[in-house]
């Protein structure tokens, strides 16, 4: 971990602390460069990628320094009326995955009444198929990580008898594996993206009667993605990532198995693929920074009780103490 690494020719030391000023820039300038490259690349997801920056500053400590009523009206436009729902942008479809964001952003911001709770739980409610699976939109695509947005942003809307709860948890069941992952549909490949979905549905349904998780196996297979460098991997033979630092680590954490993996060896991992110049974190040291990695390394970090940031709620992905504030956990 203390290898210098070289990008454009240029060695340089990796950073071996976060460099919170330097992320929280790099987020700022994302949010308001429309005409960078990456921003046409992910413009079908903004509301998603909104979710990401501002869960990122609020971890940071810094929300405040975001343009909060900017946000709210701009969410304002990507929500489809007729549907119920939200679009990853404005004039977009709606859709479960960016309905889940924008109700975690108004959670974030505190501000879940703007929320029409009804409309969006009726929507979630909508795309359920008889097998308790969810679609993500009028679509059909099904996939596990429908079922825990359509959980998620239910229950932060307080409005769990809009869906199937018994039958969601029944159909995320029906997708557990030999070595107690999980796929995206049944008889899918585990993998740990889909793993902490399916897991945090489980805890948000209730579904998690002894013995539904096979908690050993699990836990194995989970801190078996830790590689040499530190990193995690998403599945075996994969090379490490840093967005598995929340995939890997918040399924251990619902598990209670955080200990199962090298803390500091990941931690180190993390803070290498910081970029020490123009901050943000990429997927792996000396790649490009996004504010997906960014997100994904600060969530990691603050899982692993990160001095200096703000504790993240494995489940949710929003701060434990906005998770603490709307009733949803005790402690
Ligand atoms: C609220 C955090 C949060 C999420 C909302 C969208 C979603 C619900 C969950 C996504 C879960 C998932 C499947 C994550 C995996 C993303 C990822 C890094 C996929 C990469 O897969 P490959 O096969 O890469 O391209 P590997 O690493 O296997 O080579
Ligand atoms: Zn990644």
Redesign the pocket.
């Given at each position: 971990a203390s290898a210098s690494t070289s990008r454009g020719g240029v060695a340089s030391i990796p950073p071996s602390r976060l460099l919170s000023s330097l992320h929280a820039d790099f987020i700022q300038r994302a949010s308001s460069d429309d005409d960078a490259i990456e921003s046409a690349l992910t413009d079908h997801l903004r509301v998603?990628g909104a979710?990401?920056g501002l869960t990122a500053m609020a971890l940071l400590g810094r929300l405040d320094e975001m343009d909060r009523d900017g946000v709210l009206a701009w969410l304002a436009r990507c929500y489809d009326a007729k549907k119920g729902g939200y679009g990853g942008n404005e004039g977009h479809d709606a859709h479960l995955?960016y309905t889940?964001?924008a109700v975690?952003i108004y959670a974030l911001f505190d501000r879940m009444d703007l929320v029409d709770a009804d409309a969006v739980a009726a929507f979630a409610g909508s795309l359920q198929r008889d097998d308790g699976s969810f679609a993500g939109d009028e679509w059909g695509e099904i996939?596990t990580?429908f079922s825990?947005?359509a959980l998620?942003l239910c229950k932060l809307c307080g409005r769990m008898d809009a869906i199937d709860v018994d039958a969601a948890a029944a159909f995320v069941d029906r997708c557990k594996n030999w070595d107690g992952g999980y796929g995206?549909e049944p008889g899918g490949e585990s993998?740990?993206?889909?793993i902490?979905?399916c897991v945090a549905a489980l805890e948000i349904a209730g579904g998690d009667a002894p013995g539904t998780i096979d908690r050993e196996a699990l836990g194995w297979w989970l801190c078996e993605r830790q590689v040499k460098a530190g990193g995690l991997?998403?599945?075996p033979e994969?090379?490490p990532?840093v967005?598995?630092g929340?995939?890997v680590l918040?399924a251990l954490s619902i598990l209670n198995k955080l200990e199962w993996i090298d803390a500091d060896a990941l931690a180190r991992f993390i803070l290498d693929a910081q970029d020490g110049e123009k901050g943000g974190i990429a997927?792996r040291p000396s790649d490009e920074p996004d504010v997906f990695h960014t997100f994904?390394g600060v969530?990691g970090l603050s899982l692993l009780g990160f001095e200096g940031l703000r504790r993240i709620d494995p489940t949710?992905?929003l701060p434990a103490d906005v998770v603490q504030r709307m009733g949803l956990r005790e402690t």
């Open positions: 998603s979710y990401w995955l889940l964001s975690q996939d990580r825990y947005c998620c995206a993998h740990a993206g889909q902490f979905v991997n998403g599945r994969k090379l990532d967005c598995y929340w995939w918040s997927d994904f969530a949710y992905a």
